[in-house]
């Protein structure tokens, strides 16, 4: 995903970005790393991943949990930010244990093994073994925590779809599951040295097989966008939609969670180049130009077809252009990024606004209109604008690259469909899935937990 | 006895209070309520969702007062939350059959001043 030294890779020529990757980037990075000897660990690169892990933390809690809360009626705030934070909780333990051997381990190029179960034999003072350049300067568990909070976030943002009809002993069941089941391959398969589409894997480098996915726009984004799709057709809609539905609570609280998850973002982006270097900083550039440029065209577009730019549409498009920004904060230039952000932007916006009522579904929060839509906007562009002077493994671009995005987001959206749906119909064996009549009717807030978020009287 | 509850604009409470203050009206029980008139609300959107002529906010004032504080209690009521626009709110006035002042026990004209 990154090299070490831009200016310096850039010093040996563009040719060797043509070579079997891994080769060209070890020889490249060899002046720093003394040939065989294991890198030496970099503080400042250290520190910077360090810091990142803990913005991509403050995204789900509180950043998403509050967005979220906001935008659900005030029956179900608290089961909402619940889910979030039980998220937080359950999966950090779980990819503790076998998520991250699960996603990065070895393994074969479907998924990983065990070997790395308990965070067994990942060092704490020692990079990845075999990332030649990606993290080489920083230990194998920092990048282990840093990516077990990207593992937090993402079934909490499919809790979106399903918001205020699950009952809660069936959604933590799914997270666990899932995570096992949807997110832990498609992460080995884009991201793990042994990926069956993955940039760190030689062999698919060297057919060109590989999918550009700078910071998860397919892995994570695209995923949570049509799993969620799923749940929301699995569950059903809620009672009363889409005509007798209530507005969102407490928007000032919707801003404030994605604030935090704007300013999360970036860490989520830039941390993701593993090293504080120029592969970080233009991914802090591209995430922060493509989601201004996104949060206007989306306000835009509401003050020309509804009269008024709307808060709720200017935090939306924010939203959309830091999806879009995930994938290709890493791979592209700012210009391209803007581009990239504004169509995100307007894609969303037209499906979430013109095409969804049509369609007849009740996904709760849009998880699949923005995260979905301008995940799949974001990879495709990643492809399309990729370049090798920002990425040594650009190898490709323009059509043949996108070729490739298209063919792994249609291979990630199909196993997240079929094993989500799957899932789903398993889970409702043991735990039934929907919330009651009654429960819905009375909120999730008191029937699932007991409490109430606002008291009427003192 | 008289009953006398008015809906008005939020932002015209402080004026009628103030007028009612100076007729020497100084119990007033004031809530928050919604509520729209022939006018209906402003139309809202949320994302794909319209709502709309929603319910509008409103102040409800409710003060009981002997006979001769009902004409100017409505004075103060008018001349404060009067505007001349739409919405500017109603005024009814009702009849008390009974009040009894909870801390004294004392009932009649003598329990709502």
Known sequence: MNIASLSQWMQQGAAEALAPVTQAAAEAAAPLVQAAAPAPINTGDTAWVLVCSILVLMMSIPGLALFYGGLVRRKNVLSILMQCLAAACVISLFWHAIGYSLAFSPGNGFI???????????????????????GKNIPHAAFAIFQMHFAVITPAVVAGAFAERMRFPAFILFIILWTAAVYCPIAHW?????GFMSVLNADVQKAGNAVYDFAGG????????????????????????????????????????????WIGWIGFNAGSALGANALAVNAVLVTQLATAAAGITWALLDAWFHGKPTVLGLISGVIAGLVAATPTA??????????????????AWIFVIKLKN????????????VHGIAGIVGTLGAGLFASSVINSFATQTGGTQVVNQMKGIAIIAVYA???????????????????????????????????SAYTIID | MKYIIAIIQPDRLDEVLQKLEEKQIHLVTVTQVMGHGRQKGIAEVYRSHKEGGSLLRKIKLEIGVNEEFVQPAIDAILGGAQSGNIGDGKIFVVDIEKCIRIRTGETGNAAIG
């Open chain 1, 330 to 347: 890493g791979y592209i230039s700012p210009g391209a990024g803007i581009l990239v952000g504004v169509v995100a932007s307007a894609l």
């Open chain 1, 417 to 451: 469909a079929v094993v989500t749906f799957v899932l789903l119909k398993l889970i409702n064996f043991v735990s039934t899935l929907r919330a009651s009549n009654h429960e819905e009717t009375v909120g999730l807030d008191v029937t699932q937990h007991k409490e």
């Open chain 1, 112 to 134: 990983g093994g065990l070997d790395w179960a308990f965070f067994k034999g990942v060092a704490l003072d020692q990079a990845h073994p075999s990332y030649s350049v990606d």
């Open chain 1, 358 to 369: 049509r369609f007849g579904y009740d996904d709760t929060l849009d998880v699949f209109g």
């Open chain 1, 218 to 261: 397919a892995v994570i984004e695209v995923t949570c966008g049509i799993s969620g799709l799923v749940c929301a057709l699995v569950l059903g809609k809620r009672k009363g939609y889409p005509n007798h539905m209530s507005p969102p609570h407490n928007l000032p609280l919707a801003v404030t969670g994605a604030c935090l998850l």
């Open chain 1, 190 to 194: 884009v991201w793990s040295d042994t």
